[in-house]
């Protein structure tokens, strides 16, 4: 049983930055693979991107990569996503997720957190 905890959203201006962290309890957290997704008002849940468990090899969505950044420190339980160059698109509720492979698809993440809400003015 893993639980999840977001933090780290708020309000920012286009161009910005923001980190996100994801606190996780339980023991094995660092079995897990983990991944970040988003979910703007009105639309589908979006992959964002995913760390191993040994924080090697992160796979990102193509809208994001070279602006995102996830990694992990599985002394402190936690996994992060670091947000540069943010644009009005990528206004959305964030969710940290733990699954056990390299999965884009949201369904085969087995534990979630409450989601953090990012929101990019222009």
């Known amino acids: 049983q893993v639980q999840l905890v977001e933090s780290g959203g708020g309000l920012v201006q286009a161009g910005g930055s923001l980190r996100l962290s994801c606190a996780a309890s339980?023991?094995?957290?660092?079995?897990?693979?983990m991944g970040w997704f988003r979910q703007a008002p009105d639309k589908e849940r979006e992959f964002v991107g995913v760390?191993?468990?040994?924080?090697?090899?992160?796979m990102y969505a193509d809208s994001v990569k070279g602006r995102f950044t996830i990694s992990r420190d599985n002394a402190k339980n936690t996994v992060y996503l670091q947000m540069n160059s943010l644009k009005p698109e990528d206004t959305a509720v964030y969710y940290c997720?733990?699954?056990?492979?390299?999965?884009?698809?949201?369904?085969?993440?087995?534990?979630w957190g409450q989601g953090t809400q990012v929101t990019v003015s222009s």
């Open positions: 760390i191993s468990w040994s924080g090697g090899n992160p």
């Open positions: 339980g023991r094995t957290f660092s079995r897990y693979f």
């Open positions: 997720a733990a699954a056990v492979g390299m999965y884009k698809d949201y369904l085969s993440y087995h534990y």
